[in-house]
C-alpha cells in the first residue's frame, strides 16, 4: 500500500524535522520526505494542508484489561481508543489475570492486538511471578515471547535481597526494569497525598516519603547492579530530583510521568470524587510544578497515559471504597497540548516526549519519522477542539476531563501506513 | 483549561437553606447560629411532660449504620421520635466482599421504601457526600460520621454545650486534647470554632496524632499539655482507640496518659470555671481521670442532652430544605 | 380603610376578659402569649388590667403548624418559655390577630403537650373574619373585613400600632 501525505508541517523531534513537506509510506514505511520516489504512484493520498504531522505517540503505560478484567476494558477497545489519542505503539503492564509472567499470556496479547489492528502493542513482563515478589518470573522466555522490559508495578519485591538479586538477573542479559518506586509500608492504606487536602478530607496519606524512600533504595542498586532502569510515574518533586542528580553522576536511568499529573493537584479531591482516585496519588502543586519542570528540562524524557479504564461500578462507592485510575489514553495528545497552550512546553518538545523519549527509555524501535522507519504517524489539526468524551471508545468512562474542550484534535492515526484513526 | 471541580454547595438548596448535612465545611456563620437557636428551642422541648412535637409526622427517617456506634444511632433515633418521625434503624455489616455495592444497593432499596431522609454513618471518608451526590440526591442526607472526616452533628452539639456554657465564643480559648489525627470530632469542631469566632483554637497531641497541614483550620497545635492548656475556657479531650497502640503511633496507653491525659492537676492549669467535654464513650485512665470525667466542671452528660437537640434541629432544618428544593425544582419544571 | 388604635382595643378588651372570667367563675387566671404579637398584645394586656407583674408564659407554635410540608421551619425558632405548670388551671391565650384559626390550632396542641389545663380562653386583638377552622375568640378587640390582597401587621412592642399591607400579586 503506497500512501501520500500532502502539505502537512512534518515535526519529527528526533531529527529535529520542523518543515511543511509530503510524506510518502510504502510497504508500511516511511519511503521518503519531500519530493516522492521516482514511479512512486501513491494508492491512496490524504490532504492534510494545515496539519501537524508527527510520529505515532508511544505511551509507555495503557492498562489493556485482558486477559481477565475485561469488564474494565478489553485489548480491541483500549488499542483503538489509543489509536483515537493519537498512540501507534503503547505498553501494557503486566496485572492482568492471569498476570504477565508466561509466554503463554504474551502470545495471548499480542495475537489480540494484531487481530484488533490498532496500535502496536510491546508487553511489560512480570519481574516476580504473579509479582508476588518472591520469586522470579522467566524472564528470558518472556523476552523471547515479546517483553520490551519487566516490572513488579507498585507491588514490592519481598525483600532487598530478591529485589537486588532480580536486578542483577535482568542486568545480565541487559534487560530493563521498570520501576514503580513506592514504598509498600509507608503507602500502607493511603488514599491521598499526605498534606493539608487529605488532612482536611481525613482521607489517609501517602507521604512524599512513600516515593523517594523506595527511589533511593532503587536508584542505588540500580547502581550496584548495573541494570538497564527506566522510573515510571515519579510523582513528587523529590522524586525527580533525585532522578536528575543519578543522571548527572552518569547513572543512564530515564523515567516518565502520567500526563494527569502534569494538569492535576491533589486539591481536585475536595469533593471526593472518585475520578481523581489514582496511584501514585495526585500530589501538591509545587510537585506538580516540579514535573512540569523536569519534562522540559528532559529529566522526565517521557510522558505516558498511565491509563486505567474501570467500569463504572468501580468508580461508584465512597472515594476509599474505589479502585484507583484514569481512563485517558484516549485524550493523550489533546490534553498534552493544554501544556503548550498553557505555555508550558513548546510543541516539539511535547511531542519529543510522546515519542522518541519514552521509544529510547524501553529501546523500542519506534518514534521517528525517518526514511526506513514504521509509518506510524499522527495528523492533527492544533488550531481545532475536542469536546472530551464526545465519541468516546474505551470501555472505561473514568475520566474527569469528559466534557472539557481541549485544544487540538487528531485528524489521523497511522499504524504502519495504515489508517487507524480518522476523525 | 482548569479541570478542577468548581465547589458546589452540595448541601445547601437554591435559597442557601440546608438540605443535607454532610460537613461543616461551607456552612456560613448565620446558619451555624440558626442551627444553635433551633436547638436551644428543642431542648425547651425535651424537658417538658410531653417531649414530643408532629413537626415531622408522616416523615420516614432511616438510620443506616455502616459502622458501629450507639451514643450516637440512639440519640438520632430519639431526636427522630421526639419529632414524630417514624424511624428505621439498620445496622449494616461492612464485611460483606463489595463494600461500594452494598452501600448503593442498600440506600437505593430503602430510597424506594420512600424515605425521607438518612442518616448515615459510614467508615469511609466522604460516604455521606457519595451518597447525597450519586445515590439519593432528592432524599435528605445527615452524615452521622464519616471516616475520619467529619462528625458535623457532634461539632454542633459541643458548640451548643459551649455557647450554653460560655455563652458566645469571641472571647474563648478552646483545647482539642488526644487523636487529633483519627479524629472526625475534632475536624468539625476545629471548623465550628472558627466559623463561630472563636479566636484561640489549640490542639494537643504527640506528633503522631496530629494531621499534616492542621494550621489550615486556624489553630496552634501544641505537643505539650501543660502549655497547651494554658487558661484555656474549654477542654474537648477525644477517645483515643485501643488500636492506636499497634504500628508505632504510640508505646502505651500508659505512657498516653502520663503525657496527655486529663488529671485534676492539669486540670488546674486552665480558668478555674472551664469546663471539660467529651464526644464519649470514655476510657476512663486513658485520656481522662475518673475525678474529671466526673467532676464539677465536667459538662459531658450536658453534651448527651445537647445532642438530641442539635439532631432535631437538623433533622427538621434538613428535611425542610430539601423539601423547599423539590416544590423550587417542580416549579422550575412547569 | 382607617384601623382602630390597639389602646382603645386593649381597653375593650380588659373590660371584655374581666366580665368573661366573672361569668365563668374564674379566678387568678394564667396568662400565654403567642411568639410574637402575641406576647406583646398579652403584655399591654396585663399592664390595662393592672397586672404587669403576673407571669406571662411565651409559646412558640413553629414545631406545632400544619404547614410545614409547604412552609418548611421557620427560621427564626425561639423556644417556648411557660413559667409555671398548667395542669388544671385556668389559661388566657393571646393573640394579635385571628384569621384562619390555625395558628390557635398549633397553640392548643402544644399547651396541651405542658398538661391538661382546666380551661382556654382565646382572646384576640383583631379578627380578620376569614375562618378556616371553628375557632373564635372569646374576648376580641374588633372584627375587620379586608379584601382579599390585604393583610394587617402588628408593630410593637410598644407602643403597638396596626399596619395595613398589600400582599404582592402572587402568579
Known sequence: MKVSIHGAHVIDPSSGLDRVCDIHLDGGRIAALGAAPDGFDAEQQIAAHGLIAAPGLVDLAVSLREPGYTRKGNIASETRAAAAGGVTSLCCPPRTKPVVDTPAVVELILDRAASAGHARVFPLGALSKGLEGEQLAELIALRDAGCVAFTNGLAPMANNRVLRRALEYAATFDLTVVFKSQDADLAEGGLAHEGPTASFLGLPGIPESAETVALSRDLLLVEQSGVRAHFSQLSSARGVEMIAAAQARGLPVTADVALYQLILTDEALVGFSSLYHVQPPLRSRADRDALREAVKSGVVSAIASHHQPHEPDAKLAPFGATEPGISSVELLLPLALTLVEDGLLDLPTLLARLTCGPAAALRLPVGQLGVGAHADLVLFDAKAQTLAGEHWLSRGGNSPFIGHCLPGAVRYTLQGGRISHQA | MTPTDAKRPLQLNDQGQLRHFLSLDGLPRELLTELLDTADSFLEVGARAVKKVPLLRGKTVCNVFFENSTRTRTTFELAAKRLSADVITLNVSTSSTSKGETLFDTLRNLEAMAADMFVVRHADSGAAHFIAEHVCPDVAIINGGDGRHAHPTQGMLDMLTIRRHKGGFENLSVAIVGDILHSRVARSNMLALKTLGCPDIRVIAPKTLLPVGIEQYGVRAYTDLAAGLKDVDVVIMLRLQRERMQGGLLPSQGEFYKLYGLTEQRLALAKPDAIVMHPGPINRGVEIESAVADGAQSVILNQVTYGIAIRMAVLSMAMSGQQAQRQFAQGDAQ | ?171
Open chain 3, 1 to 171: 380603610m382607617t384601623l382602630p388604635d390597639p389602646a382603645a382595643l386593649l381597653a375593650r378588651m380588659a373590660a371584655e376578659l374581666r366580665a368573661h372570667l366573672t361569668r365563668r367563675g374564674i379566678q387568678d387566671p394564667l396568662f400565654v402569649g403567642i411568639h410574637t404579637g402575641g406576647v406583646w398584645v398579652a403584655r399591654a394586656l396585663l399592664e390595662e388590667l393592672g397586672q404587669s407583674d403576673t407571669p406571662l408564659g411565651v409559646l412558640n407554635v413553629s414545631f406545632y403548624r400544619d404547614d410545614f410540608s409547604r412552609h418548611g421551619l421557620h427560621p427564626q425558632v425561639r423556644p417556648s418559655a411557660l413559667p409555671f405548670d398548667v395542669e388544671d388551671r385556668h389559661l388566657v391565650l393571646i393573640d394579635d390577630v385571628l384569621m384562619s384559626g390555625r395558628t390557635v390550632r398549633a397553640a392548643l396542641n402544644a399547651l396541651f403537650d405542658y398538661g391538661r389545663p382546666a380551661s382556654v380562653t382565646l382572646a384576640c386583638l383583631l379578627d380578620l373574619d376569614a375562618r378556616e377552622l371553628p375557632i373564635r375568640a372569646d374576648v376580641l378587640g374588633a372584627t375587620l373585613s379586608l379584601p382579599p390582597d390585604q393583610r394587617v401587621k402588628l408593630l410593637g412592642p410598644a407602643p403597638l400600632a396596626l399596619e395595613l399591607q398589600t400582599l404582592a400579586a402572587s402568579h
